[in-house]
């Protein structure tokens, strides 16, 4: 089963001065942080900030590709963690055909986002994240940050700096 997500915000790892996706459900219940590297971060925060560049970047050529393709994306799911690694998949819908494309989880939300397509995370993968404590570790060291991520308000995510 998919749970819909938004995107919350972005953050940097205090641990490791890593970015972070942060996703929560409509309920605010279940939260999800995802480690991506500068770049894939940059282009999220682009697109939440609403930075228009002066030329086009990866995914707006993307957005623009399959709009001219007449394609559709119809969602996004991360749908797997496996070794500590997120995996995801953007649902394509052309002439009546759907397709499906293996993506990194930052690349599949950066194209949600440009094209205000919805976002899932499986069941499987909320569960998973919670005992896989060795990411957790590996970013802060113990369950410290998972605690603080859980508990942050609005006010601490603020602006996405690099």
């Known amino acids: ?34 480690w991506v590297g500068p770049y894939e971060a940059n282009a999220i925060a682009l697109e939440i900030e609403k930075v228009t560049t002066q030329r086009p970047m990866t995914h707006d050529l993307i957005k623009t590709l399959l709009l001219g393709l007449d394609t559709n994306v119809n969602k996004v799911v ?7 690694v997120f995996y995801a998949v953007i649902w394509l819908e052309r002439d009546g055909k759907l397709t499906t494309i293996d993506s990194r989880p930052s690349d599949a939300l950066a194209i949600a986002l440009r094209l205000d ?13 919670r005992m896989a404590t060795s990411l957790t570790e590996r970013a802060s060291g113990n369950e410290e940050l998972r605690r603080w991520l859980e508990n942050l308000g609005d006010e601490d995510l603020g602006r996405y700096k690099m």
């Open 1 to 34: 089963m998919e749970v819909e997500m938004k995107i919350r915000g972005l953050m940097m790892d205090p641990g490791n001065n890593t970015p972070i996706v942060i996703l929560h459900d409509a309920a605010r219940t279940r939260i999800l942080p995802i």
């Open 78 to 84: 991360v749908n797997e963690l496996k070794d500590d």
């Open 117 to 129: 397509c919805p976002i899932f995370v499986d069941d499987s993968v909320l569960d998973n994240s």
